[in-house]
């Protein structure tokens, strides 16, 4: 049996799997654990493993693979969102298992890897373009944080590897942006230099630094309404449906700017992996705002790449809507590291 976790800086996802006719199944529904009310992932997983216990599963774990945001090193993560360090050797431990047979991989590797296990209904198109069946690929996701990993072809094979390319300069590209980028190094200022990853703009926490931005240097009024609730809750979310259902100016003016970047980005990601066979949009913000990415802003943005734009125009686009696939992806990491399923084939 293999045990899968999908861990988020809002929330840890663990579900067991087996391999039948081979395929990936899962034993039981995915069990979701509110990240920041625990102190470590292994806590999470023995909460987990009693659980499964205590309802008469008794079938033993025998290997596992956790995705998880940060850079994994020597089977350790430091997490980017949450105060965890994450031991491989110590998750070996708490499921009694070999620590050969547990698994870290960045949470971007482990969506890229989750790919194959979806169908059509599981992805919408942004552009339809021209796939290269000898390319690469990319993902990029924005949600607590922003996600990106690659997908490279061999020939034979893809390969999916992971970056930190969320934490590289945020780079503007208009006036407005520009502004954005001064407005935050003055924010998160560090000693004598300032850095602004794209983290900072693309992801949750980016949107309300968009609005604040604008809200704060004059560009709009924020209603009594609204300030209420973002007081109320969380603020990102109160800006994201105050955006949608244009009940608020600055929020549709920030949500405006939050999609035309998340295009640039995606562009930029592209052009770095060479993914002309698609880009995939993960994350939990991107499921959300389908009408705003299928607008004209996502698509000039990722496209909008001086001399490269005619390529740009080839390259497909598909937003990821199962919100499941990055635990897919590290349980199908585990089945493959363990030799119970085959590579993923192009």
């Given at each position: 049996m293999i045990l899968a976790g999908d861990i988020g800086g809002t929330s840890t996802r663990l579900a067991q799997f087996e391999i039948e006719a081979g395929r990936l199944v899962p034993l039981s529904p995915p069990q979701k654990f509110p990240s920041r009310e625990h102190t470590g992932l292994d806590e999470i997983v023995a909460a987990f493993v009693a659980a499964q216990k205590a309802v008469g599963q008794t079938q033993s774990i025998e290997h596992a693979a956790f995705g998880i945001a940060g850079p994994v090193r020597d089977g350790?993560?430091?997490?980017?969102?949450?105060?965890?360090?994450?031991?491989?050797?110590?998750?070996?431990?708490?499921?009694?298992?070999?620590?050969?047979?547990?698994?870290?991989?960045?949470?971007?590797e482990a969506n890229a890897h989750g790919i194959p296990a979806l169908g059509p209904h599981d992805l919408v198109t942004l552009n339809a373009g021209q796939p290269d069946p000898h390319g690469n690929a990319a993902i990029i996701s924005a949600g607590t944080g922003l996600g990106e990993a690659g997908i490279?072809?061999?020939?034979?094979?893809?390969i999916p590897f992971a970056c930190e390319g969320g934490h590289a300069d945020f780079a503007p590209c208009d006036q407005l942006e520009t502004e954005l980028l001064l407005h935050l190094k003055e924010k998160f200022m560090q000693g004598s230099f300032g850095h602004v990853s794209c983290e900072r703009v693309l992801s949750g926490p980016g949107l309300r630094n968009i609005y604040e931005f604008l809200r704060d240097t004059g560009h709009g009024q924020e209603s009594a309404e609204l300030t209420a609730a973002i007081a109320a809750g969380d603020p990102s979310a109160a800006i994201s449906k105050a955006a949608l259902d244009g009940s608020s100016p600055l929020c549709v003016q920030a949500m405006d700017m939050f999609v035309s970047y998340y295009g640039a980005e995606a562009g930029n990601l592209a052009l770095k992996m060479l993914a002309t066979r698609c880009v995939y949009i993960g994350g939990g913000i991107?499921?959300?705002?389908?009408?705003?990415?299928?607008?004209?802003?996502?698509l000039e943005g990722f496209c909008n790449k001086g001399r490269m734009k005619s390529l740009?125009?080839?390259?497909?686009?598909?937003?990821?809507?199962?919100d499941l696939t990055a635990l897919f992806g590290a349980g199908r990491f585990a089945a493959m590291s363990a030799g119970l399923l085959p590579a993923w084939l192009g």
């Open positions: 350790k993560v430091h997490t980017s969102n949450l105060p965890w360090m994450v031991d491989a050797a110590q998750l070996a431990l708490e499921l009694g298992i070999s620590a050969q047979n547990v698994h870290l991989l960045n949470d971007l490279f072809f061999d020939g034979q094979r893809l991107a499921p959300r705002i389908i009408g705003k990415l299928r607008g004209p802003r996502f740009m125009e080839l390259i497909p686009i598909q937003v990821i809507v199962n």
